[in-house]
């Protein structure tokens, strides 16, 4: 069965500093893998998709950046962190219909 | 644009009631629909999904939900709600068929009340 990692879970940055954040999906092959970000009480925002190595599609302007470095391997990256940048981030997949599958999440202060 | 709503961002159930959520949705086309619950610092689980046929799907931990196209509704029921159904729901629509791309609503938030 697939199954759908993010790490780490909880990550504490200073203003400022560089940020990496990883997905990975086991269990299937070529998936469109998604980044979105939760602030506290709103919904989901959407800010990345790719629909496969090296095809990155960024759906908001900001301070965040996305690769995909392997079929199957999501990264979320900053040079340099904002106090906006805190929140709840969350990687999802989907192959082959349209629900998406979500990752349990990073839950990012930056300070 | 596409876009969906959520009226309610707080409800409160006593255990046991009946429970509605609300969504409406804005989108030209025939849309593909999702309720989404999550548990406070978790991520989000698939409740039930429509696509076309039958209006009213049934989802996991006994939710069910009615598509109303002339009302351009997608609400989310249970008829008898329990203490462990206190969470956020989300109501979700596809934007891109080609790029699988969701639109989320801001969310209800369920508590419930002894």
């Known amino acids: 069965s697939q199954t759908i990692h993010q790490w780490p879970a909880t990550l504490v940055q200073p203003v400022g500093s560089p940020l990496s954040l990883e997905c990975t999906v086991e269990g299937t092959s070529n998936p469109n893998l998604y980044w979105y970000r939760q602030a506290a009480g709103r919904g989901l925002q959407l800010l990345f998709y790719?629909?496969?190595?090296?095809?990155i599609s960024s759906e908001v302007p900001q301070n965040l950046s996305a690769s995909r470095p392997q079929d199957r391997q999501f990264i979320l990256s900053s040079k340099k962190l904002l106090l906006s940048d805190s929140g709840f981030y969350l990687c999802?997949?989907?192959?082959?219909?349209?629900?998406?599958?979500f990752g349990p999440g990073t839950r990012l202060t930056v300070l | 644009a596409q876009s969906v709503t959520q009226p309610d961002i707080h409800i409160t159930v006593s255990e046991g009631a009946s429970l509605e959520l609300r969504c409406n949705y804005s989108y030209g086309a025939t849309p593909y629909l999702f309720w989404y619950v999550q548990s406070p610092g978790q991520g989000l689980q698939l409740l039930l999904k429509y696509f076309s046929g039958d209006t009213l799907v049934q989802g996991i931990k006994g939710f069910e939900a009615e598509f109303k196209r002339s009302q351009s509704s997608f609400n989310l029921r249970k008829p008898s709600v329990h203490w462990s159904d206190a969470a956020e729901y989300f109501c979700?629509?596809?934007?891109?068929?080609?790029?699988?791309?969701?639109?989320f609503g801001t969310g209800t938030r369920l508590l419930v009340s002894p």
């Open positions: 979700a629509v596809v934007v891109n068929t080609g790029f699988q791309k969701l639109v």
């Open positions: 999802a997949w989907v192959e082959g219909g349209y629900e998406q599958f």
């Open positions: 790719s629909v496969g190595i090296g095809q």
